[in-house]
């Protein structure tokens, strides 16, 4: 069985005038948070930017849920700050277990030169099994 729900923004601008692109009010959608739920393993796909201002969609969508481990798709995330950054590390020192699927290289170094890569979790791959091994940011650089 599975749960989807899906956390999305949306924006709603007014027509351009004299034919310049219009900024929609309230800024762009820069994450959304999917949640995903299929035999007890609660997945979020993150799509977007985990940036300041946007993090706390992260949070909230952790709360909206009794279970206390997560697997953290990061495959479309396109950018992180120090806030996204500091949303992760909010969730585990909440009593969150997180687990970070799929981060693109960007992300791996990012966690490398923070050394947050020793508190979470990292593997590559579709869904996460007990007993799949976590890859380093050193074993990704090795291929």
């Known amino acids: 069985m599975s749960l989807v729900e899906r956390g999305v923004t949306r924006n709603h601008a007014k027509p351009p005038a004299h034919g310049r692109l219009a900024q929609p009010q309230g800024g762009p ?3 959304n948070v999917i949640a ?3 035999d007890g393993q609660l997945t979020f796909h993150l799509e977007g930017r985990l940036v300041r201002g946007e993090d706390t969609k ?11 481990e997560i697997v953290l798709n990061l495959r479309g995330l396109t950018a ?3 806030r996204g950054l500091g949303a992760l590390i909010s969730l585990q020192a909440s009593g969150f277990y997180l687990r ?4 693109t290289r960007g992300v791996l170094e990012l966690l490398a030169r923070t050394k947050l890569d020793s508190i979470f979790e990292v593997f590559e ?9 976590a890859v380093s940011a050193e074993a990704l650089g090795a291929r």
């Open 80 to 82: 992180v700050d120090a």
């Open 125 to 133: 791959g579709g869904a996460f099994k007990p007993g799949d091994l």
């Open 29 to 31: 959608v820069l994450l």
């Open 58 to 68: 992260l949070l909230c969508a952790a709360l909206r849920h009794a279970q206390r």
């Open 100 to 103: 970070l699927s799929n981060p």
């Open 36 to 38: 995903e739920n299929v």
